[in-house]
């Protein structure tokens, strides 16, 4: 069984920084890519970086210069550095894996960790 595991979220103030991290785990054949997407209350769930098997890097315009996502040399683990954080980075951020397992080639998704930036 497939999982992807997040930790790092939590309350920070306006200009302040997070780190996201998210491990892969289970019978993963191949990885495609990696990355993060967030969901504020009401709102769609909107991709927010991703890196792919080559290391290709795609940022979603509102985080450029200020989000940077990076991963291990082991390609399970992938990471999502939040720098000069402002209250409209406030949502539920979600790590998602586009992996081949058993199950054929799918979308994975993590629980979830709340990201709150408020003074």
């Known amino acids: 069984q497939v999982q992807l595991v997040e930790s790092g979220g939590g309350l920070v103030q306006p200009g302040g920084s997070l780190k996201l991290s998210c491990t892969a785990s289970?019978?993963?054949?191949?990885?495609?890519?990696m990355g993060w997407y967030r969901q504020a209350p009401g709102k769609e769930r909107d991709l927010v970086a991703t890196?792919?098997?080559?290391?290709?890097?795609n940022y979603a315009g509102s985080v450029k210069g200020r989000f940077t996502i990076s991963r291990d040399n082991g390609k399970t683990t992938v990471y999502l550095q939040m720098n000069n954080l402002e209250p409209e980075d406030t949502a539920v951020y979600y790590c998602?894996?586009?992996?081949?397992?058993?199950?054929?080639?799918?979308?994975?998704w993590g629980q979830g960790t709340q990201v709150t930036v408020s003074s």
């Open positions: 890196i792919n098997s080559g290391g290709t890097t």
């Open positions: 998602n894996g586009d992996f081949r397992s058993v199950l054929g080639r799918r979308p994975y």
């Open positions: 289970g019978n993963i054949f191949n990885i495609y890519g």
